[in-house]
């Protein structure tokens, strides 16, 4: 158990839906970042946020935001879904903020778009 | 983009030595070389990540090229709970204090009894 929470563990929506992902990083942890992964693409960051602030930014359409709360837990929000966007989106947190170190992973939230 | 190479997959004995190989010939001065691995129905885990000089931990050990434009991840004695997948990743400044995360495929070790 790293210590990640992530909730939901799956979610199953129609394209065109919006939906919302959620991470509670490490007790202490200031960053949290944002991972999607799918068969064709592997394993891709999307985002990073640090106590608050967009840190880094990767691979994210427009389609998708985050965005972190006082209390550190963070949101990952995915609109106009399409088929393509069904994936395992993982959420990491780590103490550091623009080093990129020892990273620990949820579990993932794996979402199917039909 | 830098990036990194790695084989599709390797093979390797229980109690045996593994090297793990990973290109990144356009690797920059302030590049940091990250492995995680993820085993089967689960995240990544960190592996171990260096810069220049090589690099050891209670899991594994990096082995950094001279120049900086390769490394090997080496598991000094492989057990089948090391069976997983293992990304050799950069950390890549674009800037200031942004920087990107460079991926690589991942290279599949499987684990023979």
């Known amino acids: 158990d790293s210590g990640v929470t992530q909730t939901p563990k799956h979610l199953i929506t129609a394209t065109g839906q919006r939906v919302t992902l959620r991470c509670s990083p490490r007790s202490g942890d200031l960053s949290v970042y944002w991972y999607q992964q799918s068969l064709d693409q592997g394993l891709q960051f999307l985002i990073q946020?640090?106590?608050?602030?967009?840190?880094a930014k990767g691979n994210i359409l427009e389609r998708f935001s985050a965005q972190q709360f006082p209390d550190l837990h963070s949101e990952l929000n995915l609109s106009s879904l399409e088929l393509g966007d069904s994936a395992l989106y993982f959420c990491?947190?780590?103490?550091?903020?623009?080093?990129?170190?020892?990273?620990?992973f949820g579990p993932g939230t794996r979402l199917t778009v039909t | 983009d830098a990036k990194t190479t790695q084989p599709n997959s390797m093979e390797s004995n229980e109690e045996e030595p593994v090297h793990l190989p990973c290109n990144h010939s356009?690797?920059?001065?302030?590049?940091?070389i990250h492995w995680y691995r993820q085993l089967p129905s689960q995240g990544p885990e960190y592996v171990i990540h260096?810069?220049?000089s090589n690099v050891n931990n209670r899991m594994a050990s990096l082995a950094i090229a001279e120049d900086r434009k390769s490394s090997t991840l080496i598991l000094h004695r492989a057990t089948l709970r090391d069976a997983a997948v293992y990304y050799c990743?950069?950390?890549?400044?674009?800037?200031?204090?942004?920087?990107?995360?460079?991926f690589g495929k991942g290279t599949l070790l499987t684990v023979n009894p």
């Open positions: 356009t690797i920059s001065g302030t590049d940091y």
């Open positions: 260096g810069l220049t």
């Open positions: 946020y640090y106590n608050g602030e967009e840190r």
């Open positions: 990491a947190s780590s103490s550091a903020g623009t080093s990129f170190g020892e990273q620990y």
């Open positions: 990743i950069l950390r890549v400044n674009s800037g200031g204090s942004n920087y990107k995360l460079t």
